[in-house]
Structure formats: C-alpha cells, structure tokens
Nanobody, 118 residues
Framework: QPQLVESGGGSVQAGGSLRLSCRAP???????????MGWYRQAPGKQREMVATITDNGVKKYAESVDGRFIISRDGRRKTMYLEMNRLKAEDSGVYFC?????????WGQGTQVTVSS
C-alpha cells in the first residue's frame, strides 16, 4: 500500500468545484502530525508546479493562480489532507499530486486527474 493515496479527481465544467483528498494510510498519527504537505499539479508538456502547501503547524501558502479559489486543509485524526477547488478554470486541468515531507521522508502520491472543460 502506498504512503499517500489521492482521490477526488474527475471532469468538471469551468466554474465548477472539486474536492481532492490525500490519505496517509500507513502513517501513524504522530508521524502525520509532523509532515509538511502540499498539492502539486502537472499539465501535459509542462513542469510540475506547486498549487498549495500547508506546514505541520498549519501555515498555508498558495500559488498566485489559485489564491482565493482553492483552500488547502488537513485533518490529523483522519490523516488526510484536502484541496477544495472552486471556480475551476480550464488551465487548472492536470494531474494533481500530493506530497508529504519531513526530516525523515519525502513521499509522493500516484496522482489524480482533474479535467476542466470550458
């Protein structure tokens, strides 16, 4: 079983919303709590880019292109990170990956596809 499992991707029309989840089924709660986590995306032919990050103590950072539309959050009890995506645009399309890193690890999920049609 992988360290990180993404879900929630899909196809949506422009202006719509999706909520991505990233679970850490193999982590114990105390390990999850010290993870700095983030969402990244990669469109065809482009480099992977940061979308949003959240530190172990909850400090959030967003790419300028999604600030005000996306919300990143985490739930320590569920060992899950979320990305709520609103007012989606065609340029938000791509494979979304979650990442978790600490002093001892750097894990990536397998990715979930988001397709926004205009």
């Amino acid at each position: 079983q992988p360290q990180l499992v993404e879900s929630g991707g899909g196809s949506v029309q422009a202006g719509g919303s999706l909520r991505l989840s990233c679970r850490a089924p193999r982590m114990i709660t105390s390990v999850f709590s010290v993870q700095n986590m983030g969402w990244y995306r990669q469109a065809p032919g482009k480099q992977r880019e940061m979308v949003a990050t959240i530190t172990d103590n909850g400090v959030k950072k967003y790419a300028e292109s999604v600030d005000g539309r996306f919300i990143i959050s985490r739930d320590g009890r569920r060992k899950t990170m979320y990305l709520e995506m609103n007012r989606l645009k065609a340029e938000d399309s791509g494979v979304y990956f979650c990442n978790a890193f600490s002093a001892h690890n750097n894990y990536w999920g397998q990715g979930t596809q988001v397709t926004v049609s205009s």
